[in-house]
């Protein structure tokens, strides 16, 4: 079962401000990367769940992330259907992203207390993920249907929406500032924060200045939106 509660797990997500999102066949890569995150001050971490067999590595990093993460909220990421949602659950996920909205998976989430992400890309989507009980939305892909000033006229009339935006972040001070001015709860970023190249090399040190780098920008904008 998950380590955090439902709301402890959205609070450190909210107050993080960023999920770094990534997946890898080798567990020995996964592990590295986590760690590289969590030494960089990241706190919530979506494994995703693509490929075959991806749920087994999910499950030796819950048992990695328990012992050497402590702190750390791991959930997964491109769940489509109930049955996946269950099975990675059941393997300790602390939340639940998905690139759609599903209400079926809704339903298994909310019953173990678990937070579900849906991915939407309308109003009318955001809406009705929050009236199966969604508190977090993930706006995919965030980019493509408006960027930095769809999240701030979708807040102007439903101020009380969590937004976390995947798809066009990029860990620059310009990108990130956009997006926390514009009132996100969070922002899920993937290849940019993990260049090829260093997953190849081993360079676990670039990537963990690169997310203390990120996480710092977006506090400096959100401080400075205050």
Request: charged share 20%; net charge neutral; proline share 5%.
């Amino acid at each position: 079962m998950a380590k955090f509660d439902k709301i402890s797990a959205l609070s450190v997500i909210r107050t993080t401000g960023m999920v770094p999102v990534f997946c890898h066949r080798d567990i020995e890569v996964s592990k590295n990367v986590l760690k590289a995150c969590y030494d960089g001050g990241v706190r919530a971490f979506e494994f995703t769940n693509r490929g075959d067999f991806a749920h087994e590595v999910f499950g030796e990093l819950m048992k990695f992330a328990r012992r050497e993460c402590p702190e750390l909220v791991l959930g997964a990421g491109s769940i489509v259907d109930a049955g996946t949602a269950s099975l990675y659950i059941q393997m300790g996920a602390d939340f639940i992203v998905g690139p759609l909205f599903n209400p079926d998976v809704a339903k298994v989430c909310h019953r173990r207390c678990v937070p579900y992400a849906p991915g939407c890309g309308t109003v009318s989507e955001i809406g009705f993920a929050q009236e199966a009980g969604c508190e977090l939305i993930k706006i995919f892909p965030a980019g493509d249907v408006g960027g930095p000033s769809f999240v701030k006229n979708v807040l102007a009339p439903m101020p009380w929406t969590m937004l976390m935006v995947t798809g066009a972040v990029e860990p620059t001070r310009e990108n990130l500032s956009e997006w926390a001015k514009a009132g996100v709860a969070a922002v899920g970023m993937g290849s940019k924060l993990f260049p090829k190249d260093e997953i190849a090399s081993g360079d676990w040190n670039a990537i963990t200045d690169r997310c203390r780098e990120s996480l710092s920008f977006m506090a400096q904008a959100r401080n400075n939106g205050k």
